[in-house]
Each structure stands twice: as structure tokens, then as C-alpha cells.
């Protein structure tokens, strides 16, 4: 197990950020402008190494600045009255289009709201090819980060991104139960018929109504059969 992936700060705290953010700005080279920065909000999610993946409209502005040039940066950040002193991570790097469908599967998965528009509208998934990341925790606390110092290897969890959409289906219609414990009483969060959103190596997302919450392992989880395990553990975890 590569714990010293899982314990690096801040790489760790900006890759968090990321996984538990539903939306980020948006900045493209604007086309119309002759360059200028355009920035926009999107919807993002985060593949299972941690890097920004999004869905948008083929006719948005935003798209066709990145046909042309492929430069964007991402803005995580979360939306508080004192968000200015609050941690902030700047991701640099491309947009590259993609087309794998358990990439798709893990956004739309996040975003249930938006499957039924997209399926009647030209969306395009793209995939942040991450070079770099500025990330400021709050005052005095500057710290410029290369993709290595966030994004975990993808090693480590092809197999379990593979068994995803059958993990949530498994997980979200056989053990509901389980999925309430999680949120009620291992993070704290109240209500009933909370669903399971996504699972990677570091933990897994929740989602109820409106209302989001991620529960993180103890340690990398790197394949379907440790993943069991742990659901396992954490639902008979004393409460």
C-alpha cells in the first residue's frame, strides 16, 4: 500500500477538495476576445486518481475556446461568506476530450440531475490533463504543487474504477441500510435513503436530495475485494 501518497500534505488536502466539489470555475483563452480569459461555472467531478473531469454543451462558449486551444485552468473553491480565508486550489493544464464510458458513468453518476439533458443535447466529457496546481490555504499559506504531488497513481485503481458502476448498483439497492449508516453515523450527516455516488481508493461519495457528504478509508483501497472488506467494516463500525 502506498501510504506516502495518501499522507502527503497538502497534495492530499487539495485532492479532497477537489473529489468533494460538484462545481469549479471554469477559465478558457477566449476565442471571440483574441485570448482573453473567459471564465465560466461547471459542473466537475473527479476521476478515480483524483483528476477534474467534465461534461459541457458542444455550443457553449467554453467549448469552443478549448477547440481552438486546449489551455484551462480550474478554480476549487468552496462557496462560504469567509471563503477567502478558506483553502483554494488553482488546477492548470488541458482539456482533452474523452470517451471512456466508466469515466462518463462516474460524472453522471454525481450529477443525476443533468443524465436526462444530456442525453437529448450534444455533451462532450473531457478529462483535465493536470500540469500543475496553485493552492492556497487560507493566509499565508502558499504552495505551488506538480500533478505528482496530488494525483495518485493510476495503477492503483484501474480495477477498482472498472467494478464502480457495479459497486454503486450493488451497494445502493441491496445494502441501503449500510449506505444510511455511513452518513448518519460515521460522518454525522441526518436523514434517511442516502445513495452511494462514487467509491475510489480514498473513500466514498454520498449524496441525499441536495445534500452531499464523502467518508474516507483509513488507507488505500486498491480493488474490488478490499473495497468489500471495508463497506463491510465501516457498516458494522460502533456508532
Given amino acids: 500500500m502506498n501510504k506516502s501518497i495518501i499522507n502527503?500534505?497538502?497534495g492530499r488536502i487539495v485532492r479532497r477538495l477537489m473529489r468533494?466539489?460538484?462545481?469549479?470555475?471554469?477559465?478558457?483563452?477566449d476565442v471571440e476576445t483574441g485570448g482573453c480569459p473567459y471564465a465560466s461555472l461547471i459542473l466537475v467531478a473527479c476521476g478515480q486518481d483524483g483528476s477534474p473531469i467534465f461534461m459541457i454543451s458542444d455550443l457553449a462558449?467554453?467549448?469552443?475556446?478549448?477547440e481552438v486551444d486546449g489551455r484551462i485552468s480550474l478554480l476549487f473553491?468552496?462557496?462560504?461568506?469567509?471563503a477567502i480565508t478558506q483553502g483554494r486550489a488553482t488546477v492548470i493544464g488541458r482539456a482533452i476530450r474523452c470517451d471512456d464510458p466508466l469515466l462518463s458513468k462516474r460524472f453522471l453518476a454525481r450529477h443525476t440531475t443533468v443524465q436526462t439533458f444530456v442525453e437529448f443535447t450534444d455533451f462532450t466529457l473531457y478529462r483535465m490533463e493536470v500540469e500543475s496546481i496553485h493552492f492556497l490555504a487560507g493566509f499565508g499559506g502558499d504552495h505551488i504543487l506538480d500533478n505528482s504531488d496530488v494525483l495518485l497513481n493510476g495503477e492503483i485503481s484501474s480495477e477498482l474504477m472498472a467494478a464502480?458502476?457495479?459497486i454503486l448498483?450493488?451497494?445502493?439497492e441491496n445494502h441501503a441500510e449500510a449506505v444510511d449508516i455511513y452518513a448518519q453515523h460515521l460522518i454525522g450527516r441526518p436523514g434517511m435513503d442516502w445513495k452511494?455516488?462514487?467509491?475510489?481508493?480514498?473513500?466514498?461519495d454520498l449524496a441525499r436530495n441536495d445534500a452531499e457528504a464523502r467518508l474516507d478509508f483509513d488507507e488505500l483501497i486498491s480493488c474490488p475485494d478490499k473495497?468489500?472488506?471495508?463497506?463491510?467494516?465501516l457498516a458494522k463500525a460502533p456508532k
Fill in 20 to 29: 468533494t466539489m460538484k462545481q469549479a470555475s471554469l477559465a478558457t483563452l
Fill in 169 to 172: 448498483d450493488h451497494m445502493n
Fill in 196 to 204: 452511494m455516488t462514487g467509491i475510489d481508493p480514498e473513500g466514498i
Fill in 164 to 166: 464502480e458502476p457495479e
Fill in 8 to 10: 502527503k500534505e497538502p
Fill in 227 to 233: 473495497a468489500k472488506k471495508e463497506l463491510t467494516r
Fill in 61 to 66: 462558449r467554453h467549448s469552443r475556446n478549448i
Fill in 77 to 82: 473553491s468552496r462557496t462560504t461568506r469567509d
